[in-house]
């Protein structure tokens, strides 16, 4: 009935009452899931916080949120709830369709939305604020315009003050060229922090927020490492990568920790279409889940998380299908799961080494473990968080490991 109407009102001239509009109906749902993204200097390739700036792309949006492409999000709605599920609702993909089939109508400017304060650079200050603090590279990288990928390791001076507890960290670069970068954290003694990687920067993934009430716990005198990975394209690049922090501010009650089911073993043979690999990792305390995220290269298919509890229950955790090297997003739970000690995260991934993958780089050959995109990873990230003998003051932070 609602393109009956518009196609009558087009008939007769006539705007329709009940006209979809951008201004109106549009740019809000835009708002809350599409322009953190979709703005200038960010990931998406096009900006989409102006009626000028969508309607050229009205026929592509139609498309793709029609396809259920756009937003990504790429987990099976049968497991899991998840606090940053991106998927449009029903009813906003057929406001977005109408819309575009009724000739993508401005409507009205007073009906436009407050935009939200973006703070260019950092997608977390929509959140957040700007960040307490900044650490970059000392050096700028030159990335050649040819040749064969480069994985760097660089220590990065963290120079705090005092002993932090931090809530969140986002990892910046150059995009043209840094496809991942991995930070982890070198503690006063040279040691990796227990609590383990701090954030990544993915294609499609950009900052980490810790569960609400926790937070990470940053020694005085600790470095950061980067472990980066650039993609030559075709053009001389620089990049000076830096991440951002966030302190805490409030009472926190848990403190966080990242940990990654790995299967550094991997041998895919050629032409194989449907490579298993499978691995565990072991509680070795009560807990809590908070958060996954998949990681693999062109040749990965799906992957799923399972729990298993010491009584022998098993319960699927997350599940994605189609996975997309393009897109690694984290599923960041609405709750919390609890996982008492002795459960386990089993994580199972296939591959997919056979011609049919259009992605695939070669597919006459053995591929095993790699940092470079044309190797392969089996990685299963995952964020949990204990819970503390007490709350802890984060202005004045004693160390979990002491109490």
């Known amino acids: ?122 997608q977390l200050s929509h959140f957040l604020g700007p960040p307490d ?9 030159v990335v050649p315009a040819s040749g064969p990928d480069l994985n760097p390791a660089i220590d ?63 020694r005085k005198g600790s470095r950061l490492r980067f472990d980066l990975h650039y993609h030559p394209y075709g053009n001389e690049e620089r990049d000076r990568s830096s991440v951002g922090v966030w302190f805490a501010r409030k009472p926190l009650e848990w403190q966080a920790y990242t940990a990654v089911v790995a299967d550094p073993a991997l041998a895919i043979p050629p032409g194989e279409a449907n490579y298993r690999s499978v691995g565990s990792w072991e509680f ?40 997309d090297m393009n897109w690694q997003m984290t599923y960041d739970l609405a709750r919390p799961l609890p996982m008492p000690k002795g459960a386990k995260v089993v994580v199972t991934a296939h591959f997919d080494n056979s011609p049919d993958n259009r992605w695939n780089p070669d597919p006459e050959v053995w591929v095993y473990w790699g940092d470079d995109s044309r190797d392969e990873m089996m990685e299963g990230w995952f964020d949990y968080r204990k819970k503390l003998d007490a709350p802890v003051d984060p202005l004045n932070p004693v160390s979990p490991h002491a109490r």
């Not at 603090?133 to 990288?141: G, K």
């Not at 809590?288 to 229950?313: C, N």
């Not at 319960?315 to 996975?323: F, K, M």
């Open 133 to 141: 603090a900044v650490f970059p590279m000392e050096d700028e990288f």
């Open 1 to 122: 009935m609602l393109v009956l109407a518009f196609v009558l009102a087009a008939v007769s001239g006539a705007e329709a009452p009940d006209a979809i509009t951008f201004t109106k109906h549009v740019a809000p749902i835009f708002v809350r899931s599409c322009m953190t993204c979709h703005r200038p200097g960010e990931i998406a390739p096009m900006s989409l916080l102006s009626y000028e700036e969508a309607r050229p792309w009205a026929g592509s949006i139609k498309r793709e949120v029609e396809n259920r492409a756009m937003p990504p999000w790429h987990a099976d709605a049968r497991y899991g709830t998840f606090a940053n599920d991106r998927r449009l609702t029903e009813e906003e993909i057929g406001t977005i369709v109408a819309w575009v089939d009724s000739g993508a109508p401005r409507g009205n400017p007073e009906d436009m939305p407050a935009l939200p304060a973006f703070l260019e650079g950092w």
């Open 284 to 323: 070795p305390f009560d807990a809590e889940l908070t958060l996954m995220k998949p990681h693999m290269h062109y040749r990965g298919k799906d992957m799923e998380y399972k729990a298993v509890y010491p009584d022998g229950r098993e319960e699927i955790l997350l599940y994605v299908p189609a996975y």
């Open 156 to 218: 990065v001076p963290m120079p705090l003050d005092s002993d932090k507890w931090l809530i969140a960290a986002e990892v910046r670069g150059n995009p043209r060229v840094v496809h991942h970068n991995v930070v982890s954290v070198y503690g006063p003694d040279g040691e990796r922090d227990p609590t383990g990687r701090l954030a990544s920067v993915t294609p499609g993934k950009q900052f980490d927020l810790f569960a609400k009430g926790s937070g990470k716990y940053v």
